[in-house]
């Protein structure tokens, strides 16, 4: 029977959901065990009004990677504990707070009681359990050291979100400084020049070029903006699915890595990732060129995930790691030097940890001094932006005050 509950959990939040047991006192003592406080139990499932809402926040729920990390911690401590993985999964569904991970965990006990593997149960959710996840668990499960292979796992996942959240803090200051130099550009184009062209233009004024430039400007927006407006949307629309082909992601990647400033970090950034992986990868037992395969899936950029299908068939042929390395593009000579050192004493996964942090602080350091950078490139556009309209204005005003003196 199922019963629809309320409870209070270690954490102090409350949380909510249908728990199944023969009796009332049985999905009480349930709870219980599973750690809860239980505030209200009753038989049955949600109301239709609630089921409707709870599908709504189904749909609009999404997987970020705290999300993730936290299931991944609860998922570890409950099995480190010695709970059998049914009981483990219907914990996770009680005490997890995303609807979709919530939904995963009950999936993934029934999977389990029907027979089917951990490994295979997780990938069958494969929008919220990439292959590098799934492969870490299969490398857990299958070595019989889960509990090691989940933390590194922890690691991992914490590692990534934090790299990813530097870079988004580094590029949040140059997008808002370039949303408004755009917004501010087209508020003077449309308001503010417009006003001063008139006075001039009764004046009786010869404009100069800046103020012509505006003027052109400004008549092209306001005649032809339905065609400006469909050409934009149509390049928008067409890149956007020009960027979903092989061909137009790759391009895109290598522009990325071949920016001025940018591209340096998103390289150290791909190296990070490599050696951060490649590592945790080795020492859960996972075979060399099943790590490639997964770092070619996972790397988050095409063109060096080429570079590692191409490495791939070199390994096939006994060439080892190091040397097909050395002819890849945008693999820095740290990274393969460290690389062949491992490979010569055996310590490969050591060498690649030696490696992630070397990049993790110069990732750190490439983002400030990107943001330094950044800064005053910034501020000469904007000044160079203020200047044109101001040459607009202030060069026919001073004319202007000349005809009436």
Not at 20 to 43: F, M, N, T, Y
Not at 56 to 84: M, S, Y
Request: glycine share 6%.
């Amino acid at each position: 029977m199922q019963y629809t509950y309320k409870a209070i959990s270690p954490a102090g939040t409350e949380v909510s959901g249908v728990i199944r047991a023969d009796s009332l006192e049985a999905a009480q003592d349930k709870l219980v065990s599973q750690g809860l406080i239980p505030s209200s139990v009753r038989p049955g499932t949600a109301a239709a009004g609630q089921g409707w809402i709870q599908r709504l926040n189904f749909l609009l729920a999404t997987v970020k990677t705290p999300d993730l990390i936290i299931f991944t911690k609860q998922f570890r401590t409950l099995f480190k504990a010695g709970i059998n993985m049914i009981e483990l999964l219907e914990v996770m569904e009680q005490q997890t707070e995303n609807l979709r991970l919530k939904h995963a965990a009950a999936v993934m006990g029934q999977d389990i009681r029907s027979g089917l593997s951990l490994t295979a149960a997780f990938k069958k959710h494969p929008k919220i359990f990439t292959p590098l996840y799934c492969s870490m668990i299969q490398a857990g499960e299958s070595s019989g050291h889960l509990v090691e292979v989940l933390e590194r796992l922890i690691y991992l996942l914490q590692h990534e979100h934090k790299i990813r959240s530097d870079i988004k803090s580094a590029l949040q200051y140059p997008i808002l400084v370039l949303v408004t130099l755009t917004g501010a550009f087209f508020f003077l184009l449309t308001f503010v020049i417009p006003r001063f062209v008139r006075i001039f233009e009764s004046a009786g004024l010869d404009l100069p070029l800046p103020t012509r430039i505006n003027i052109l400007l400004y008549q092209w927006l306001i005649v032809y903006w339905p065609v400006s407006l469909s050409i934009l949307v149509i390049t928008l629309v067409a890149l956007r699915f020009y960027l979903k082909t092989e061909t137009g992601q790759y391009q895109k990647d290598y522009l990325m890595l071949r920016l001025p400033i940018l591209g340096t970090v998103f390289q150290k950034g791909a190296m990070s990732r490599f050696a951060s992986i490649f590592s945790i990868l080795q020492a859960s037992g996972v075979s060399v060129l099943d790590a490639f395969s997964i770092l070619a899936g996972v790397i988050g950029n095409s063109v060096i995930a080429k570079e590692f299908s191409r490495i791939q068939e070199h390994l096939k042929e006994g060439r080892g790691i190091a040397a097909p390395l050395r002819t890849a593009k945008f693999f820095t000579p740290m990274v393969i030097n460290m690389v062949a050192i491992g490979e010569e004493t055996g310590n490969l996964d050591q060498m690649l940890h030696e490696v992630t942090v070397h990049y993790d602080d110069e990732v750190s350091y490439s983002v400030s001094r990107m943001s330094e950078t950044i800064g005053p490139v910034l501020i000469v556009l904007l000044a160079a932006v203020v200047g044109f309209f101001a040459l607009s204005i202030f060069l026919p005003m001073w004319d202007l005050v000349k005809t009436v003196r």
